[in-house]
Structures are given as C-alpha cells and as structure tokens.
C-alpha cells in the first residue's frame, strides 16, 4: 500500500447521533425454531468474498445511489427508502413510518427534505412517502413482472447504522418464502444472501445486471446472513394507487409500542468502530465506489475517483488489528492499527500502519475531513 494512500484506506469513519429503530421478533413460517425480524433491529453483518466490482457495476451503484434516502422520524428512527416516480413519490417500509403523517428525508448529497406519508398499509409492510424537493427527478427503474430466479446476482441499497450509500452484493438464495411479523404478514417473497443491517428497511434490491428495482429489503432472520425482500412487482398496483390518490386518513399501529421502536443506545465509538470495519471490507471486496463515497467533498475536490482507485493498484488487502475511537468537542479522533499485504517489486509483502484521522458533520453527513498514518516497523524489517 503506498504509504500516501493510507489515509485514503481510513476514510471510511462515520458516526451518528440519530437512532436506529428497533423492531420485534416473530417464529415464521421457516423451521420453527428461527426467529426472524424487521432488519431495523440487528446488528450490522459483515459482507463476505474477495471479488472485485465489475466496472458496469460500479456504474449502475453511482446511478442508483442518488436516488435512495435515508428517512429520519422525529423519534430518531431511520431507515430507506427510493424513487419509484417523477412525482417525488418514495416507496419503503410501513414499519418505517408506521405511526406518524410526516418524516425526513436525507438525499445522497446531504440535503434534508420534508416528506408525507401518503400511503401505508396494515397487512403488506409498504408504504409511500410525497417529496415535493424530488419532483421531477428521473427515478429508478422497476421491473413490473416478477421474473427473478434462483442464483440472481443482486444489490441492496440502503441506510445501515444510518450510514448511506452502503451497498452490499448477493444472490437469489430462495424464492416465494412465507413469513409473519406481527401485524404484517409477508408472501412470495425473496430470500436473499445480501447481508442487510439496521436501517437497510425500505431500501431496494436490484438486479445486478441491468439496475432495475426487484424488490423492498424488509426483514432478515435472526444471527443470520439471510434476508427477506418483497417483490416490487406484487405491490407495485398499490402504491401506484397510493401516488394517484393519496389515503385521506392512516392506519394505525397501537400495536407498534415505543418499546418496540426504541432507538439504538450504541455510542458514537461503537458505531465509528464498525463503520471504519465496514470501510475496509469495501475496500477487500473491491467496492471502491462505496468507500469514495464516504470521503468528505473537500478530500473528493482534491482526489478523483481515478486516483482513488487506482492508489490500491498494489494493495491486496487491509486488515483491521485495532480500532481506538476517541469522542472529542466536535468530532471524533479514531486511531486504526493496520496489517496490508501489498505487492512491492513483484514481491507480496505485509506492512503495519498507524493511522489517526478526524471526522466531523458536512451537510449533515458525517465523513471524513482529513488524517495523517504512518508506516510501523516490524520485526523481520528491524532484523
């Protein structure tokens, strides 16, 4: 790893004041003895493989990623959710928004927009949020038949720990799956091997090829890399419905209680630590559009993608040693301990760094502002 590029490798660091939604757990219709849950209350999972993104990929994840949001309620809930219309018509989960007529939304770029619940259903975990900022916008494209099949390669988009523009990568792991949370119950739905964390609620599932909307990633089962998404295609009548004629009066969910929906209490360390983690299995994977996109706009004026991209040419991978997360008045200093096996000359060789970088709100973003690292020494260098 070039020595320059290791602050680039850390600028991954991102933590937030706002809550994550918690949500219940239920027996499904699966082997009885696994639980399953809303995906808004796991902890984050880990993405594995070692392969790097195609280039059309990486087009489709640029394009995409414009046109999720993150949606914030005033509790400090989050999750996802996208653009399905020109109208500025966002569709996610009904356990996002359950309970409340006006949320908001947070756009790629940090901007923050007012949104209303214009649609919401009692049996299927849908829902349809108004944004008049997004009026106008070409949305993402959906696929109106449902034409999945086993072994899909697919994307999920979302708002993990609130941290956007998190993609991860998976298959079609099982079709037409039955499963009830209470009081929603789910049918034909997707299984998925995407791994999907708290937040990802509301976000897309998209088909790897060709970039179109398959479904609405819902819920995953307990512990488990296995998650749930709903076919776009069997709702897509209904929130059409929704966009033409929105619902007078919402339901309501007593049920849905604030012990139910109560935010995470990690501290801001706790989730600067799994996001530098999460950096650098980007990174591993070779998802570089990922990683770019949570460097600050001063560090991205100052360096291309291209350049980004191309300062791990050497790089085979970065492993995490350590992780020392320190809260300060107005940001965080984070310290990581590294181990890179990089090629040097032809040779594979494996270095340890130290770096320290700072990380502070942009547009009410938090990311990365600027870092210093430098190379240890190690035992068979010092002989």
């Known amino acids: 790893?070039?020595?320059s590029w290791i602050i680039s490798i850390l600028s991954s660091l991102i933590i937030l004041g706002a809550g994550i939604a918690g949500v219940f757990y239920i027996m499904t219709a699966v082997p009885e003895d696994i639980s399953v849950s809303a995906v808004l209350n796991q902890p984050a999972a880990e993405e594995t493989g070692n392969q790097e993104v195609p280039k059309e990929t990486q087009d489709i994840i640029f394009e995409s990623q414009k046109l999720v949001v993150q949606i914030e309620l005033d509790d400090g809930s989050v999750g996802s959710g996208f653009l399905y219309n020109d109208q500025g018509d966002v569709i996610t989960n009904a356990h996002v928004v359950a309970n409340t007529e006006s949320v908001n939304v947070i756009t790629s770029d940090g901007k923050n927009m007012p949104g209303d619940v214009i649609g919401l259903s009692r049996d299927t975990d849908v829902a349809v949020v108004r944004v008049p900022?997004?009026?106008g916008k070409e949305p993402l494209p959906v696929r109106k038949e449902d034409t999945a099949e086993l072994l899909d390669e697919i994307l999920a988009l979302g708002s993990p720990l609130g941290l956007q523009n998190t993609v991860t990568r998976g298959e079609i792991s099982g079709l037409d799956r039955t499963l009830d949370i209470e009081p929603f119950h789910y049918e034909n739905l997707y299984q998925i091997s995407?791994?999907?964390?708290p937040g990802n609620s509301g976000g897309p599932l998209l088909d790897r090829e060709t970039g179109e909307v398959i479904g609405i990633n819902s819920a995953k089962l307990d512990e488990e890399t296995i998650g749930f998404s709903i076919p776009i295609s069997d709702v897509l009548p209904m929130v059409e419905r929704w966009s033409e004629s929105p619902m007078r009066s919402l339901p309501e969910f007593p049920e849905l209680t604030e012990e139910v929906y109560s935010p995470v209490t990690g501290t801001d360390a706790e989730q600067a630590s799994y996001m530098v983690q999460y950096f650098y299995d980007s990174i591993n994977q070779g998802d570089f559009v990922t990683a770019y996109?949570?460097?600050s706009s001063s560090w991205q004026e100052d360096l291309s993608f291209e350049n980004f991209r191309s300062g791990y040419n050497n790089t085979l991978s970065v492993q995490v040693d350590n992780l020392v997360a320190d809260p300060q008045e107005d940001q965080v200093e984070v310290?990581?301990?590294?181990t890179a096996e990089e090629t040097v000359d032809g040779e594979v060789k494996m270095k340890k760094y130290k770096v320290v970088y700072p990380v502070k709100k942009e547009n009410q973003s938090v990311k990365i502002m600027s870092g210093s690292g430098e190379e240890l020494s190690t035992d068979?260098?010092?002989?």
């Not at 995407?194 to 964390?197: C, M, Y």
Request: hydrophobic content about 45%; glycine content about 4%; proline content about 5%.
């Open 293 to 295: 996109s949570l460097l």
């Open 335 to 338: 310290t990581a301990f590294l």
């Open 194 to 197: 995407a791994p999907i964390s």
């Open 380 to 383: 068979k260098e010092e002989e």
């Open 133 to 135: 900022g997004l009026k």
């Open 1 to 3: 790893m070039k020595r």
